[in-house]
Every structure is written in structure tokens, then in C-alpha cells.
């Protein structure tokens, strides 16, 4: 990430949201907020949909760093932690509605 985002924009791995995974293998918000097993393409659209100008790239998890995965990056909003919150709330609001559209 580019130093003129510094402060700016925030990296965001799926594990970070991730209900499944610890806070040692890199969760970063509490489990009340998780998603289980997000994918980078839900966070993108949770990120667009809040205007927060997604962008992916693919790269390895620093604790992980063995496996090639796809960490996003968004425009910060207040902390980082209520970042990544807003975040998977958006998520789970969007497997919702995939829900309801499934079952109509």
C-alpha cells in the first residue's frame, strides 16, 4: 500500500472478520460482530455499498504466509476496528438478503 494512503486506508484481511478464526490467527473484532468464512467479494460489495472505494489485490497473510489469499483495501472511517465492524455488519446484511431472495 502506497505511503500517500497512510492514515487514509486500511488494509482488511478476510480473517480479521472471520468468526471461525482466533484473535492469535488474526481476528480483529469481537465475535458478537464476525461473519463465518467471509470472502473477499462479499467484503468488496459490503465496501461499496458503505462508499468506501474498495480495492483487492492478491497477497499473502503475514501469519499465513505460506497461502496466497486477497486482502482488500478501504477508505478509513474512524478507527480501523469500527472499520472492519461496519464492515462485517454490512456482510452479514447482504447474506441476509441473499437469503430472503433465495427462499421467495
Not at 501469519?63 to 472492519?84: A, H, M, P
Amino acid at each position: 500500500m502506497s505511503k500517500e494512503y497512510k492514515g487514509k486506508r486500511i488494509v482488511l484481511w478476510p480473517i480479521n472478520i472471520d468468526s471461525t478464526a482466533s484473535r492469535t490467527e488474526g481476528r480483529k473484532v469481537p465475535l458478537r460482530d464476525a461473519v463465518r468464512k467471509p470472502r473477499a467479494e462479499e467484503i468488496v460489495e459490503a465496501a461499496q455499498r458503505l462508499g468506501l472505494n474498495p480495492v483487492t489485490e492478491k497477497s499473502r497473510y503475514p501469519r499465513k504466509w505460506w497461502e496466497q489469499t486477497t486482502r482488500v483495501i478501504v477508505d478509513k472511517v474512524g478507527s480501523k476496528l469500527d472499520t472492519l465492524k461496519t464492515i462485517a455488519r454490512e456482510v452479514k446484511k447482504i447474506r441476509e438478503e441473499k437469503k430472503l431472495h433465495r427462499a421467495s
